[in-house]
């Protein structure tokens, strides 16, 4: 009996996209080349990287905060090999948890690489080279994507490293030097800072976090050099010399000129990803691709090939472990004959660094280049009673309204604990709802979302604490 369903990668988009499929009651299955489940999230991205900011983040506070609260605890050491094993058992816990949903769901397993070999069927070649081959009605290609390299400057993972290799440093290094002010680039920063490294950014743009709302990237650019950080924008770096005990990294102006030599224990290049769309056998199906190697599908996530479907990271959009699983619902539900989809227009964007930057919908640089009037109402965090007893006083909370409307288009959260508030706002928009709504609903006091309701009432220009 075929399957109804092979899921080909088990990241958050193939694994709940597994799962939603056997809720609707479809035979499934899911192929995964990695030893463990969860993909690059659980296993190499978002899991192991935000147990390292958490530890660093309180290994900081221990330093800096204590003391001002009247918290004695001497100066506080980095145990490298034991943080290292704290992340490892985070990992470990979050992909036997994959494991475990794959069997209270029914959902047939299988390790090696997937390969489309035919209509309807998916060769799984395991690491000894024995293939086999499955049969399935329909396919979810759910692979997800790797680290993007830079020209001429390979990875070894263990001096030249991508995200992978900056998780799993065995020592601090003296020097790290970080191609790419993105969210990576910017979170593992902030980890090594932390435990002692002097950081610096290469980026070649001449901002940090692209696409991020530019008043909240620059004012956090602020903070990041205030703690500690160094950022060289519109700068590139054009190779690194590791034939010394030193790495020397050159790097010049993104307009070209003179290079000048930087000295690094580490480089981490952190210049985005890319899509993990080779070796699937989709030339021999005639499934198309995009000029980035991104599957290209329909609004139901179909590639040109029937029952060829696609999502996460692997297709076009935000390459966030989120939004790989609302498309891996979506599919599953499409595939039952049910109305799945995706509201690309409310996802949440989470930076993890300290303060957090958190944002939904859309940037003023967004409403402007679209030519939609808005107001702004923006609140501090130094206004927040919350946040001044917790000694978290940086950054704001900027909502864009509709100037006719009211309608909240976009929300931008610099400040604590910003990744946990922005569900409000998610909601609220997914809601349709206007800042009006979010300024007339009670909330609790004293917490930091209230600065969220402040904001909305700033919008109407009347803030209570400010
Ligand atoms: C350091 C880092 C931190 C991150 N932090 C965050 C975060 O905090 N929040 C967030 O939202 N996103 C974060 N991301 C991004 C997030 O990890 C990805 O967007 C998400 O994992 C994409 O999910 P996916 O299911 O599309 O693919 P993946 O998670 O990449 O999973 C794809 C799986 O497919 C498998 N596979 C590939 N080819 C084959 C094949 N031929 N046969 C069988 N299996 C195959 C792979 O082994 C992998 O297990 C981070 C990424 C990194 C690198």
Not at 285 to 314: F, M, Q, T, W
Request: aromatic share 6%; net charge neutral; with cysteine.
């Amino acid at each position: 009996m075929p399957y109804d369903l092979i899921v080909i990668g088990s990241g958050p988009g193939g694994y709940v996209c597994a799962i939603r499929a056997a809720q609707l009651g479809m035979k499934t299955a899911v192929v995964e080349k990695r030893a463990t489940f969860g993909g690059t999230c659980l296993n190499i991205g978002c899991i192991p990287s935000k147990a390292m900011l958490n530890a660093s983040e309180l290994y900081e506070e221990a330093g800096h905060k204590f003391a001002q609260m009247g918290i004695k605890v001497g100066t506080p050491a980095v145990d490298l090999a034991a943080m290292l094993k704290y992340k490892q058992d985070a990992v470990d816990g979050n992909v036997k948890g994959v494991d475990y949903l794959f069997k209270k769901n029914k959902i047939e397993t299988f390790h090696g690489a997937g390969r489309l070999v035919g209509p309807g069927k998916v060769e799984v070649k395991n690491a000894d080279g024995k293939a086999q081959v499955l049969e399935t009605k329909n396919v979810v290609i759910a692979t997800g994507s790797d680290a993007a390299r830079l020209n001429g400057i390979d990875f070894d993972e263990k001096r030249i490293v991508s995200s992978t290799g900056a998780l799993d440093l065995p020592a601090v290094p003296k020097k790290l030097l970080i191609v790419g002010a993105g969210i990576i680039g910017l979170e593992l920063g902030s980890v090594w800072r932390r435990l002692g490294a002097e950081v610096t950014i290469v980026e070649f743009l001449d901002h940090i976090l692209p696409g991020i709302d530019s008043e909240v990237g620059k004012q956090f650019q602020r903070i990041l050099q205030k703690q500690g950080i160094a950022v060289r924008l519109s700068s590139k770096v054009t190779g690194v010399d590791s034939s010394g005990a030193t790495l020397k990294v050159k790097v010049e102006s993104a307009a070209g000129g003179a290079a000048e030599t930087l000295d690094a224990d580490i480089v981490l290049v952190a210049i985005g990803r890319v899509p993990y769309s080779e070796g699937l056998g989709l030339e021999a199906l005639g499934v198309k691709k995009d000029n980035r190697g991104r599957i290209l599908v329909d609004p139901h996530y179909c590639s040109n090939v029937e029952g060829i479907y696609a999502i996460g990271d692997v297709i076009a959009g935000p390459m966030l472990a989120h939004k790989a699983e609302e498309e891996g619902v979506a599919v599953a539900e499409v595939l039952a004959g049910q109305a799945g989809h995706v509201n690309y227009d409310v996802i949440p964007n989470v930076v993890y660094t300290y303060p957090e930057i958190a944002s939904v919908g859309k940037t003023e640089e967004e409403l402007k280049a679209a030519g939609i009037a808005y107001n702004v109402g923006k609140f501090p965090f130094t206004a927040n009673a919350r946040a001044r007893v917790n000694l978290t006083t940086e950054g704001f909370v900027k909502i864009l309204a509709d100037a006719r409307t009211v309608r909240v288009l976009g929300v931008h959260i610099l400040g604590p604990d910003a990744g946990n508030m922005i569900g409000e706002a998610a909601v609220a928009m997914e809601f349709g709802a206007s800042s009006e709504d979010i300024a007339r609903t009670c909330h609790a006091h004293p917490t930091l979302s209230e600065a969220i309701k402040e904001s909305a009432l700033a919008v109407a220009k009347r803030a209570i604490n400010f």
